[in-house]
């Protein structure tokens, strides 16, 4: 049996919508196996393809113009507790650096589910995870790759490098929403390097948590 999310209220009517599934463990569904597995960048459009087609098994559908979308959770899922992280697509496919837009948490008993928040506060879900948070200081130097930060950390790099780092997602500001993962880290001038540019430079005082980790590819 296959239910469905009604995710309400999205950003963007007409655009294109997916959902990665996070079980009570971490792990991340993947739908040409339909299995559960550990996070892994290389595997990243593969959490909701539909084997063998390439096309995101979890797609959302639109409906009726209203910018209210629907998901359908996979029917080999076993009752428990899961995520539904809802992604805006940027391509033809899922990718690293796709806008996170909204989802939360549900309850699946194998026939029913309880309802998922829309768009809930970030920060308040993310601190749950326990998430190391900070806010943006205007050096006067920050692009939307690379900013000056109020995290205390002294080790260079503590919070990724090119091998892998945690993920900075910002909670407030023109960025709010948007994650991209650490790619460096100067524990003298605190300034975090991020693998991709965000949309805007982050402006003072706007403020992110830094949750996880990724493996680069």
């Avoid at 996979?74 to 009752?79: K, M, N, R, T």
């Avoid at 790759?145 to 790099?157: G, Q, Y």
């Avoid at 965000?198 to 706007?206: G, Q």
Wanted: aromatic share 12%; charged share 15%; net charge negative.
């Amino acid at each position: 049996m296959t239910k469905e999310l009604t995710i309400p209220n999205l950003t963007t009517t007409g655009a294109d919508y997916y959902a990665r599934f996070v079980d009570a463990t971490g792990q991340y569904w993947r739908g040409d196996t339909s299995a559960w597995e550990a996070y892994s960048a290389v595997n990243i459009a593969l959490y909701g393809a539909d084997a063998g087609s390439g096309t995101p098994y979890n797609q959302a559908t639109e409906v009726g113009g209203t910018g209210d979308f629907t998901i359908d959770i996979p029917s080999a899922f076993a009752a428990g507790s899961y995520k539904c992280l809802v992604y805006e697509q940027s391509g033809a496919n899922p990718v690293e650096g796709d806008s996170y837009v909204g989802g939360g948490g549900f309850e699946w008993d194998g026939t029913n589910l309880t309802a998922i928040s829309s768009r809930p506060n970030l920060a308040q879900m993310l601190s749950g995870f326990g998430a190391i948070t900070g806010s943006i200081i205007d050096s006067g130097s920050n692009t939307n790759i690379t900013f000056d930060t109020d995290l205390s950390e002294v080790s260079n790099d503590h919070y990724g490098n090119s091998d892998g780092g945690t993920v900075l997602v910002f909670t407030s500001g023109t960025n709010a929403n948007v994650g991209r993962r650490i790619t460096g880290y100067n524990g003298t001038t605190k300034f975090v390097t991020v693998e991709s540019a965000f949309p805007n430079v982050p402006a003072a005082a706007d403020a992110f948590a830094i949750l996880g980790r990724i493996e680069a590819a």
